[in-house]
């Protein structure tokens, strides 16, 4: 399954197939990108993050992808299960500051 | 190894009321500090953040305060709660740099 960040908000996908959360950002001069998960009532967990000098990033079941010709930004996460359920945010920094932007986020559910 | 916590979890205020959230972070010196405010099914809105003590940026005119008293300790205050203060809010860390930032697990506050 795939979503378009903002505009699609929500994605199912079945247990077992892949899902791919996708993220666009608006500052060419962010530099550094990151995705967490949130669970409900949690605090985001941090997942896996990427440098703007990197195309492409793996994790232990997870890839994210940076597009920096078109500013996009998305996870892959392979053999999706039931614990992969939570809302993905994406996060980039702009300029030169500490401040993370988020996006308003991608909700998963994990069909058993 | 890291830790943050954040009390009290889930917190009922009346209007008017006075608050005082809590945020210590072990394990680590000289952290970057942030507040963050989540509404029900939106993103991360950054409050406050703070690089040292005593040092604290605002980024959105508000009911809110911040303050850094220790090193590691970051409190969040109001004297006057509105019903519009209602939210989830996030306390976070980072080291200096493009590092990822971690968030405590939260306070849930709802204001009658």
């Known amino acids: 399954g795939e979503s378009v960040g903002l505009h699609l908000p929500t994605l199912s996908v079945q247990e077992g197939d892949n899902s791919i959360i996708n993220c666009a950002y608006s500052?060419?001069?962010?530099?550094?990108f990151i995705w967490y998960k949130q669970e409900s009532g949690k605090g985001p967990q941090f997942i896996i993050d990427?440098?703007?000098?990197?195309d492409k990033r793996q994790g232990q079941r997870v890839t994210v992808l940076l597009n920096k010709t078109v500013k996009h930004l998305s996870l892959q996460i392979a053999a999706t299960q039931p614990g992969d359920s939570a809302v993905y945010f994406c996060?980039?920094?702009?300029?030169?500051?500490?401040?993370?932007?988020f996006g308003t986020g991608t909700s998963l559910t994990v069909i058993p | 190894s890291q830790t943050i916590h954040q009390w009290p979890a889930t917190l009922v205020q009346p209007v008017g009321s006075p608050l005082s959230l809590e945020c210590t972070v072990e394990?680590?010196?000289?952290?970057?500090l942030y507040w963050y405010r989540q509404a029900a099914g939106r993103g991360l809105q950054l409050l406050f953040y703070?690089?040292?003590?005593?040092?604290i940026s605002s980024e959105v005119p508000q009911n809110l305060s911040a303050s850094r008293p220790q090193d590691r300790q970051f409190i969040l205050s109001s004297k006057k709660l509105l019903l519009s203060d209602s939210g989830f809010y996030l306390c976070?860390?980072?080291?200096?740099?493009?590092?990822?930032?971690?968030f405590g697990d939260g306070t849930r506050l709802s204001i009658l």
């Open positions: 976070a860390w980072s080291l200096e740099g493009r590092r990822p930032q971690h």
């Open positions: 500052n060419s001069a962010s530099d550094y």
């Open positions: 990427i440098r703007s000098n990197m």
């Open positions: 996060a980039e920094i702009k300029g030169t500051g500490n401040q993370f932007y």
């Open positions: 394990g680590t010196s000289n952290p970057n």
């Open positions: 703070s690089v040292g003590i005593g040092q």
